[in-house]
């Protein structure tokens, strides 16, 4: 059978200490029912004693009804010099309800004498008197030794004193925490066992990313006997970030044989992911392991060549694994290999030595030559073999757009278009503002389309960024234009080249457009 490894996720905690997160309720109840349809064993909501709005998003939380998580609630140990039941932030945490509450003490003496400024014996009476409080009350305890390694470091007698304390006053696992994020895997391999050697019982983990090591030391830990990994997705987190429960979880489950999350849940990574990132409105980065968009890309010809005849020669686990799909970027690199795996997404007849794929790889060739750059436009690529096959589907006719910019602008609206299109037969005009003359064309094409098309609503513009092809012509150079686009369920880019950006972004935006249209009206194969 199978070892499991419980899976604490901080991403509502420790994950709001990122520059840039500011969580709403709201936010963290979609999150919170994310995590749990992904598997996870623990969500620490947050802190109930520091920020009252969390009392509201525990009582909302405790009603949800989980299927597979435990809803923990955090909080320190009593102040010095007062009884546990005296404190206010402990009768807070316990008021948020949840069956389990993760409670952070001082292992460090340095933190011990010069943070909390009392003496190391007081510490641990805090702490035993805290966990038992806590226990008494009914709850599960997690007990966060904070600066754990740096701590042992420092005195190792003292640091293993205070998990001794915690487990003997009641917590029901002892966590040991990487707070400065310095460690290394060889060091916390060693210290981890012997704390559950001296120690015993349920050992946690707790990294930071401050030194690019946090999934390497959470997997050093649980190599060495922790049965609990605590993370964020996509590893947010104060300073450089906690570990990645999106790379942890699958370097332990699909390469090490530990069970973490049901195996169906682990193939919703990705988009456990990306919906993540769009709840706590960041960008997604795509570099990510396992889960980027890059994480499964490949653009050398040999290597195209060799991962479209045995997966694994350069794919360490199937894309498919966590959720994600492989990509075979087009550029000046690939060959015919790439282009005929492409194909087969449009026509699945078409062979390497067929006249189309002679015609559709000449007609991409002088694309590129005019500036075109496949390799992160693959929707557009899509469009263009379409075109060549003359398998694209044309959903409107542009008649003429007229873009204005407007000085002064008016409350942030500093440009306004005008567009004429047809749809079949049907003429429709309409004009929009928007910050900047790119925003206000998207806004009027939308307004134009929305009544034949109602699904372009679902369309979001997430990145538009613009490249100088020749900057020795100066105003006259050619621009490189690319967007990407989400509909919630799919990503996908878009470029456009011309010598007048509004043209470029013109280009690239009808064909976000049109790729969206085609996916949805059955002219194209969903990847």
């Known amino acids: ?78 102040r010095p010099g007062k009884t546990a039941a005296e404190d206010p932030n402990l009768v807070s945490l316990l008021s948020a309800n949840t069956s389990a509450v993760a409670i952070f003490g001082k292992s460090w003496l340095l933190h011990v004498e010069k943070v909390l400024g009392t003496t190391a014996e007081e510490n641990l009476a805090m702490i035993a008197d805290t966990v038992r409080f806590c226990k008494e009350s009914g709850r599960e305890v997690i007990f966060d030794a904070e600066h754990f390694f740096d701590g042992y470091a420092d005195n190792a007698d003292y640091a293993l004193q205070v998990l001794k304390t915690a487990k003997e006053a009641g917590a029901d696992c002892v966590c040991l925490c990487d707070t400065n994020g310095g460690m290394t895997p060889d060091r916390i391999g060693e210290i981890v066992t012997r704390v559950c050697e001296v120690v015993g019982g349920r050992v946690g983990i707790h990294t930071h990313n401050d030194n690019g090591m946090a999934t390497a030391n959470s997997t050093m830990a649980v190599k060495a006997g ?94 498919e694994s966590v959720g994600n799909v492989r990509q075979l970027l087009m550029s000046e690199m690939s060959g015919r290999s790439a282009l005929l795996e492409k194909l087969k997404d449009i026509d699945p007849e078409l062979q390497k030595t067929s006249p189309e794929t002679t015609k559709i790889l000449a007609a991409l060739k002088d694309l590129e030559h005019q500036g075109y750059q496949f390799e992160s436009a693959t929707a557009s690529l899509e469009i263009a073999i379409a075109k060549v096959l003359g398998q694209k589907k044309t959903f409107f006719e542009l008649k003429y757009f007229k873009v204005m910019i407007n000085e002064p602008g008016n409350d942030g609206q500093s440009s306004s278009a005008l567009i004429k299109i047809m749809v079949d037969d049907n003429e429709e005009i309409s004009a929009a503002e928007g910050d900047g003359p790119v925003n206000a064309l998207d806004m009027a094409l939308r307004k134009a389309l929305n009544r034949f098309y109602p699904e372009i609503s679902e369309i979001k513009l997430t990145d538009y960024k613009v490249r100088v092809l020749d900057s020795d012509a100066a105003t006259a150079a050619r621009v490189r234009v690319f967007i990407e686009s989400t509909d919630g369920k799919r990503v996908w880019n878009t470029i456009g080249v011309s010598t007048d950006i509004i043209e470029a972004s013109w280009i690239a935006l009808t064909d976000s457009m049109e790729y969206k249209l085609m996916i949805e009206r059955g002219f194209m194969q969903q990847n």
């Open 226 to 319: 922790a049965s609990q990994v605590q993370g964020t997705i996509c590893g947010v987190g104060e300073r450089c970030g906690n570990d990645n429960i999106c790379t942890i979880v699958p370097n332990l489950q699909i390469k090490l044989g530990y069970d973490c999350v049901p195996p169906e849940c682990l193939a919703t990574m990705t988009t456990l992911a990306r919906e993540f990132c769009e709840v706590a409105n960041l960008t997604f980065d795509e570099k990510l392991p396992f889960v980027g968009g890059y994480a499964f890309s490949h653009k050398a010809g040999m290597h195209i060549d060799g991962v479209s005849k045995i997966s694994s020669s350069y794919e360490h686990v199937p894309p």
């Open 1 to 78: 059978m199978k070892k499991h490894v419980e899976i604490f996720d901080t991403s509502l905690r420790d994950g709001a200490q990122t520059s840039g997160i500011s969580y709403t309720v709201e936010d963290k109840l979609k999150i919170v029912k994310m995590l749990d349809a992904f598997g996870v064993d623990y969500i620490e909501g947050g802190n109930p004693g520091s920020n009252p709005k969390d009392i509201e998003f525990y009582q909302r939380a405790n009603a949800l009804g989980l299927k597979h998580a435990k809803m923990v609630a955090f909080g320190a140990t009593r």
